[in-house]
């Protein structure tokens, strides 16, 4: 059965630090999303994007944030200058209609 | 804004007992989803509800909607130990064609053996 992945499972970076998050959505998909968890917390929603370009985004997706989808299966989150704050656990999603299928996520370490 | 939450926050109960977790939302939805996560891993999707719907059956899983008490509950029938996760409730809002999911706190659900 396809599956969303996404590498690393697990990045430390030092703050201030560039980190690329990396996803492959299932092949037929049109919509991807990123979400974060922070431990013990709700599960947030950051960004969609379709057809290129972003759809929505939410308050958390500053401009350190941006997405990009460079060739015709990666799906990348790139945080330009990471906080302590930023240390959670990052879920790539995609889907063709409304059922969102997540990957199993990045946790992402800030020290 | 339209927010799933969850009750209760944590349940334990015998194997092969029934689980039943609610979920509360505040504004209008398309759909309802509920999602697994075991512990310290990823969402796994369960079954989406439309709003147009009232029940729907997957397995052992029975979810209801009730759009005018803006609820919805995921009943897991005889229970097993590999159950025992995080279940969490999805609410969307559809903006230009994507989809916004917004999550509750979830269930802690734990199956003793």
């Known amino acids: 059965e396809p599956e969303v992945t996404q590498t690393p499972s697990h990045q430390v970076t030092q703050m201030g630090q560039e980190v690329i998050l990396r996803c492959v959505p299932i092949?037929?998909?049109?919509?991807f999303y990123w979400y974060r968890q922070i431990l013990g917390q709700k599960v947030e929603f950051l960004v969609s994007f379709y057809n290129n370009e972003i759809s929505e985004k939410s308050e958390i997706f500053d401009d350190q944030f941006s997405v990009e989808r460079p060739d015709g299966s990666n799906f990348t989150l790139k945080i330009r200058s990471t906080k302590l704050e930023d240390s959670a656990m990052y879920f790539c999603?995609?889907?063709?209609?409304?059922?969102?299928?997540f990957g199993p996520g990045t946790r992402l370490t800030v020290t | 804004s339209q927010q799933g939450e969850e009750d209760p926050q944590a349940l334990s109960i015998q194997e092969g007992e029934n689980a039943t977790m609610n979920c509360s939302y505040k504004t209008s939805i398309n759909n309802l989803q509920w999602y697994r996560q075991n512990s310290g891993r990823g969402l796994v999707h369960l079954i989406l509800i439309r709003s147009n719907e009232r029940e729907k059956h997957s397995g052992r899983l029975r979810v209801t909607l009730d759009t005018s008490k803006k609820s919805s509950s995921l009943l897991i029938t005889a229970s097993r130990a590999a159950d025992t996760a995080s279940y969490f409730c999805a609410t969307d809002s559809i903006i230009q064609g994507a989809q916004k999911l917004v999550f509750g706190q979830g269930t802690r659900l734990t199956i003793n053996p």
């Open positions: 999603a995609s889907s063709i209609h409304y059922e969102q299928y």
């Open positions: 092949s037929n998909h049109l919509y």
